[in-house]
Every structure is written in C-alpha cells, then in structure tokens.
C-alpha cells in the first residue's frame, strides 16, 4: 500500500486547527487553472483513476460505498457506472473550487456543503479527504507529468491542504468530534 502525499498537514490528529487555510497568490492561483485545464479535459477518466487508486490503496474506503464496497478488481472499478458517477462529482466539485479561487466564500461555501453531506449524511471519517487529496495529487503529477513539475506540484499541495481545512471544518461545525488518524 502506497502511502499518499501529505496534504492539509498533521494538525487534525493531534486535536489543533489552524486559523485558516494558507491563502494562495495570484501566481498559484494561475498555475493551478492552467494545470487543471488540462486535467478537466479528462476529467471522468482522471476522477475513476483517483478512486480506483485510492480503493485499491485504502480499501477500508470502500465502506462508505455499498454499490462498490465489494469490489477489489480495479477492472471491474473501472467500468461500474456508480464509481464513474462519484469520480464525476469529486471532479466536478474540484472544478467549482478552481473556477471560483478568486471568490473566497464561494469555495468555502462549496467545501462547507461537502463536509457537511460527507459528516452528517454519509459519516465519512474526515482523515479520507486528506488520503484522498494525497492520491488525487499523485494520480495528476504521474498522468500529467508535463504540467505537474515539482513547482506546480507545492502549488497544488497548497490547495488541497485548503480543500482538506475548509472540508474538516465543516466538520468541525456539525459536531464531529472522531477527527483520527484511523482511517487507514
């Protein structure tokens, strides 16, 4: 089992949270809407490549899924509707967070939404978004390796460490108070 890259840093283990996320510079947010033009041109294929990575790698995951839950053939993975149908909404939202970098409360009020349904609805243990953010930023650098240079690859890790704070956050404000590292 890979272990994934480390996003959104090691503060929610140990019970602490910081103020806010880093915010990013104009530059940063350049680099990341030039990398993801990119990306979302694939965006279904490279969404089921993140999944299939991350229930591969964290099959635990795969609790939260009763369509798939069953399912250790990345094969099979691949061609079930239900997984292409989640990989388009994790794509769709990461797409909605890049289009609005330059609208603050706009990503924080989708990620809020996304929390909120992953704590409340699904009760998802929020330690799969940092998993999950970690393979989804290995999964881009190997497909994309051309565009996710070591540069563009601190940039997006600046991100996903946002996504991840304004997710747990969320969290955070329903009640959620299982933050651990017991996911994995």
Not at 16 to 24: D, F, S
Not at 70 to 96: C, F, G, K, W, Y
Request: proline share 4%; aromatic share 10%; hydrophobic share 40%.
């Amino acid at each position: 089992m890979e272990s994934p890259r480390d996003v959104g840093g090691e503060t929610m283990e140990r019970g602490e949270r910081p103020e806010r996320a880093e915010p990013l510079t104009d530059a940063e947010r350049e680099i990341i809407q030039n990398t993801w033009v990119h990306v979302y041109e694939n965006c279904e294929d490279v969404g089921v490549s993140v999944l299939i990575r991350f229930f591969v790698n964290f099959p635990s995951a795969k609790q939260y899924f009763s369509q798939f839950q069953d399912m250790d053939d990345p094969e099979e993975m691949e061609r079930s509707v239900q997984l292409r149908h989640h990989a388009r909404r994790v794509m769709s939202a990461i797409n909605t967070v890049v289009e609005n970098l330059h609208d603050p409360e706009k990503v924080s009020s989708v990620l809020a939404l996304v929390g909120k349904a992953h704590a409340v609805k699904h009760k998802v243990e929020p330690m799969y978004f940092k998993i999950l953010c970690g393979v989804m930023l290995e999964v881009l650098s190997e497909d994309f390796p051309e565009f996710f240079t070591a540069e563009v690859q601190m940039v997006w890790t600046k991100l996903l460490g946002a996504v991840y704070w304004h997710v747990t956050g969320a969290y955070t404000e329903v009640g959620w108070v299982q933050l651990s590292s017991s996911a994995v």
